[in-house]
């Protein structure tokens, strides 16, 4: 019980992901807009956004232990943990070395088709039954559809426009994740019609 | 205009949600989870973060005979509660709460919860209607020894008994057996909890889907045990990832270290520390019990999959670990002497109980293990110091391996058996009354 009341707000959660999110897009956008080979001349540099999504995947661990309200809910979180690890310790090993062939980018294509059909199966009402069950709708069907871009980097590495396609997916799930509760910050609790706000 | 209505819809819907958000959550009960209660409760009360509407048999409560002892269940919209009286007022004992409710969002949500009255509250684990370990849940057990012993037991193998540089192939067979292994530990520890808790709530898939399996989580053992493993496993999977990446040892032994200290969660939610008679003594025996075979285990399949490929490791892996698994032997057999000792208050009791017979068929394979690793050490070693490249021992090792693998499996069936009760105390003697 104590537990419980230490435990953050759902939508607490939600913005330090999407706060996340935010992060991974900024890096990307600065990787791509300099270029592969300027970004890398820091070799630390290279380590930043999958150094990044792996220690989120590692975050969303707790979350899945802790939120265990509903079954579906724990095994959603579970399956989003564990592809946020698996792309970014691909990734990892891709910047370190150790991962030769590019096709490893597809295990971030994998990630985010997982999470993308995790997202639509947790959430179980149509798309303008509410705001929530929208955005469940467009982030699903967002990570489904932008899991095209890792696989383009898997096809031409130094392309850029695959690398901005993966900076604007993270800014969407940011977005998204941002608005996903009624009293976000953004298209938050605005209609007094609408009840109490609800988290 | 089809974009502009569109553009509208989303606008609309983003905008003014409806007035329903999702599925329901449960937030308070009385009584609470686990509760024990001095005076018998004229009703349940149900909190759930939104209103919802009261199904047919939407509130049941079942005394220890599994008789429902509650009345209809109403809502009341205004408090978001689902309210159920009981009937009359109800005897000393341990009951079962199990409750379904209707969401806005048409899903019904479903619980379970226990409290006792004037005595402790089972865990939800042992609620009216629970059935206890499935043969499923003996083969998930099995699975969960194999995976921590491919993971820890490998990480081990690697940190005490291979040399600090290896050959590149070496290394990367390494790595692929101790991730598999680290994933399969996540992946079956959560499998064995949604298994458990499949069994407390009794419902079907459908149902499931939506349980609320936070009493199971939070109020009992297992499931500490489970929130504590999976995080500890997952920190052990990280650093063992920043070990592959080439970050030096440190993160491996971060890994080992986490990896068998976080496995003593089974040994603080089982048998050693759940039954009467238990202390700290028995949760440490059965720790130590526990990693020397996973290290066992573990060891014995490395050494065949990672070194017998690699024929200049041979040698000086065997003897080294020929060396260990006589530690780890003697460790395993002190400790399971203890446990089966404490466990079994009666000799007769290893052919007269099921945990008995189970017991016998581990101790058997044990010793089939231990003869096998026996002729190991006595023929096998001299021949490699000798300077024999040991080739046609690699099928020897796997028969080895295999026994020992289906030594953890007769563990796991034998975890989730009960031992045979302990004898009551004697009562007082005319004698002892007088000198009282």
């Given at each position: 019980?104590?537990?419980?009341?230490?435990?953050?707000k759902?939508?607490?959660?939600?913005w330090?992901?999407?706060?996340?999110?935010?992060?991974?897009?900024?890096?990307?956008?600065?990787?791509?807009?300099?270029?592969?080979e300027?970004?890398?001349?820091?070799?630390?540099?290279?380590?930043?956004?999958?150094?990044?999504?792996?220690?989120?995947?590692?975050?969303?661990?707790?979350?899945?232990?802790?939120?265990?309200s509903?079954?579906?809910?724990?095994?959603?979180?579970?399956?989003?943990?564990?592809?946020?690890?698996?792309?970014?310790?691909?990734e990892?090993?891709?910047?370190?070395?150790k991962l030769?062939?590019?096709?490893?980018?597809?295990s971030?294509?994998?990630?985010?088709?997982?999470?993308?059909?995790?997202?639509?199966?947790?959430?179980?009402?149509?798309?303008?039954?509410?705001?929530?069950?929208?955005?469940?709708?467009?982030?699903?069907?967002?990570?489904?559809?932008?899991?095209?871009?890792?696989l383009?980097?898997?096809?031409?590495?130094?392309?850029?426009?695959?690398?901005?396609?993966?900076?604007?997916?993270?800014?969407a799930?940011a977005?998204?994740?941002?608005?996903?509760?009624?009293?976000?910050?953004?298209?938050?609790?605005?209609?007094?019609?609408?009840?109490?706000?609800?988290? | 205009?089809?974009?502009?209505?569109?553009?509208?819809?989303?606008?609309?819907?983003?905008?003014?949600?409806?007035s329903?958000?999702?599925?329901?959550?449960?937030?308070?009960?009385?009584?609470?989870?686990?509760?024990?209660?001095?005076?018998?409760?004229?009703r349940?009360?149900?909190?759930?973060?939104?209103?919802?509407?009261?199904?047919?048999?939407a509130?049941?409560v079942?005394d220890?005979?599994?008789?429902?002892?509650a009345?209809?269940?109403?809502?009341?919209?205004?408090?978001?509660?689902?309210v159920?009286?009981?009937?009359?007022?109800?005897?000393?004992?341990?009951?079962?709460?199990?409750?379904?409710?209707?969401?806005?969002?048409?899903?019904?949500?479903?619980?379970?919860?226990?409290?006792g009255?004037?005595?402790?509250?089972p865990?939800?684990?042992?609620?009216v209607?629970?059935?206890?370990?499935?043969?499923?849940?003996?083969?998930?057990?099995?699975?969960?020894?194999v995976?921590l012993?491919l993971f820890?037991?490998?990480?081990?193998f690697?940190?005490?008994?291979?040399?600090?540089?290896?050959?590149?192939?070496?290394?990367?067979?390494?790595?692929r057996?101790?991730?598999?292994?680290?994933?399969?530990?996540?992946?079956?520890?959560?499998?064995?909890?949604?298994?458990?808790?499949e069994?407390?709530?009794?419902?079907?898939?459908?149902?499931?889907?939506?349980?609320?399996?936070?009493?199971?989580?939070?109020?009992?053992?297992?499931?500490?045990?489970?929130?504590?493993?999976?995080?500890g496993?997952?920190?052990?999977?990280?650093?063992?990832?920043?070990?592959?990446?080439?970050?030096?040892?440190?993160?491996?032994?971060?890994?080992?270290?986490l990896?068998?200290?976080?496995a003593?969660?089974?040994?603080?939610?089982?048998?050693?520390?759940a039954d009467?008679?238990?202390?700290?003594l028995?949760?440490?025996a059965?720790?130590?019990?526990?990693?020397?075979?996973i290290?066992?285990?573990?060891?014995?399949v490395?050494?065949?999959?990672?070194?017998?490929?690699?024929?200049?490791?041979?040698?000086d892996?065997?003897?080294?670990?020929?060396?260990?698994?006589?530690?780890l032997?003697?460790?395993?057999?002190a400790?399971?002497?203890?446990l089966?000792?404490?466990?079994?208050p009666?000799?007769h009791?290893?052919?007269?109980?099921?945990?008995?017979?189970?017991?016998l068929?581990?101790?058997?394979?044990?010793?089939?293990?231990?003869?096998?690793?026996?002729i190991?050490?006595?023929?096998?070693?001299?021949?490699?110091?000798?300077?024999?490249?040991?080739?046609?021992?690699?099928?020897?090792?796997?028969?080895?391996?295999?026994?020992?693998?289906?030594?953890?499996l007769?563990?796991?069936?034998?975890?989730?058996?009960a031992?045979?009760?302990?004898?009551?105390?004697?009562?007082?003697?005319?004698?002892?009354?007088?000198r009282?």
């Amino acid at each position: 019980m104590i537990a419980a009341q230490l435990l953050p707000k759902a939508e607490f959660v939600h913005w330090w992901f999407a706060t996340g999110f935010v992060i991974l897009a900024l890096l990307l956008a600065s990787e791509a807009i300099v270029g592969e080979e300027v970004w890398g001349r820091r070799p630390w540099r290279r380590y930043l956004w999958p150094a990044f999504m792996f220690g989120m995947g590692v975050l969303m661990f707790p979350v899945m232990t802790f939120f265990t309200s509903s079954t579906i809910h724990m095994v959603a979180h579970g399956s989003w943990a564990q592809v946020m690890m698996l792309a970014g310790a691909a990734e990892l090993g891709l910047a370190r070395g150790k991962l030769r062939s590019p096709w490893w980018h597809a295990s971030t294509s994998f990630a985010l088709l997982v999470a993308g059909a995790a997202v639509l199966v947790h959430e179980q009402n149509s798309w303008l039954f509410e705001r929530a069950a929208f955005l469940h709708h467009l982030i699903g069907w967002t990570a489904i559809g932008c899991s095209v871009f890792p696989l383009l980097k898997a096809v031409r590495p130094r392309w850029p426009a695959a690398t901005f396609g993966m900076a604007a997916t993270f800014v969407a799930f940011a977005v998204i994740l941002y608005c996903d509760r009624d009293i976000a910050p953004i298209f938050g609790h605005l209609s007094y019609f609408a009840g109490v706000p609800k988290r | 205009m089809r974009r502009a209505v569109l553009a509208v819809a989303i606008l609309a819907a983003l905008a003014a949600p409806a007035s329903a958000w999702a599925h329901a959550t449960l937030e308070k009960q009385f009584p609470a989870v686990n509760e024990e209660l001095k005076q018998a409760p004229h009703r349940i009360v149900l909190a759930y973060d939104q209103p919802v509407d009261a199904v047919p048999n939407a509130v049941v409560v079942l005394d220890a005979k599994g008789k429902n002892v509650a009345g209809q269940a109403k809502a009341i919209t205004a408090q978001r509660e689902l309210v159920a009286p009981l009937h009359g007022k109800l005897p000393k004992g341990a009951y079962t709460i199990r409750w379904r409710a209707l969401s806005s969002d048409g899903h019904v949500v479903s619980g379970i919860s226990t409290f006792g009255i004037g005595v402790p509250a089972p865990p939800v684990t042992e609620a009216v209607g629970a059935q206890g370990p499935t043969g499923t849940e003996d083969v998930v057990r099995w699975l969960y020894f194999v995976a921590l012993a491919l993971f820890v037991g490998a990480i081990g193998f690697r940190l005490l008994i291979l040399p600090p540089e290896l050959p590149e192939a070496v290394e990367r067979r390494f790595y692929r057996l101790s991730l598999a292994g680290g994933v399969a530990v996540l992946e079956v520890g959560i499998l064995a909890f949604l298994l458990r808790a499949e069994d407390a709530l009794q419902l079907p898939f459908v149902d499931f889907i939506y349980g609320d399996l936070a009493p199971l989580a939070n109020g009992t053992r297992f499931g500490q045990a489970f929130i504590a493993m999976t995080l500890g496993f997952a920190l052990a999977l990280a650093l063992l990832v920043l070990g592959w990446l080439g970050l030096g040892r440190l993160p491996l032994w971060g890994a080992f270290v986490l990896g068998l200290g976080f496995a003593s969660g089974l040994s603080l939610s089982g048998h050693s520390a759940a039954d009467p008679g238990d202390s700290w003594l028995s949760e440490l025996a059965d720790w130590l019990h526990l990693s020397s075979a996973i290290l066992w285990v573990g060891g014995l399949v490395c050494l065949f999959l990672l070194v017998w490929p690699q024929k200049e490791l041979r040698r000086d892996a065997f003897l080294r670990f020929s060396r260990l698994a006589t530690v780890l032997v003697a460790v395993l057999l002190a400790a399971g002497t203890y446990l089966s000792i404490l466990r079994l208050p009666h000799l007769h009791d290893l052919w007269s109980s099921g945990y008995g017979h189970v017991l016998l068929i581990k101790l058997s394979l044990v010793a089939t293990a231990l003869a096998w690793g026996g002729i190991h050490r006595q023929v096998i070693a001299p021949r490699l110091r000798a300077g024999a490249d040991g080739a046609g021992i690699r099928r020897s090792l796997i028969g080895e391996s295999a026994v020992a693998v289906s030594v953890l499996l007769a563990a796991a069936v034998l975890t989730d058996s009960a031992p045979p009760p302990q004898p009551l105390p004697p009562p007082p003697t005319a004698a002892a009354q007088h000198r009282r």
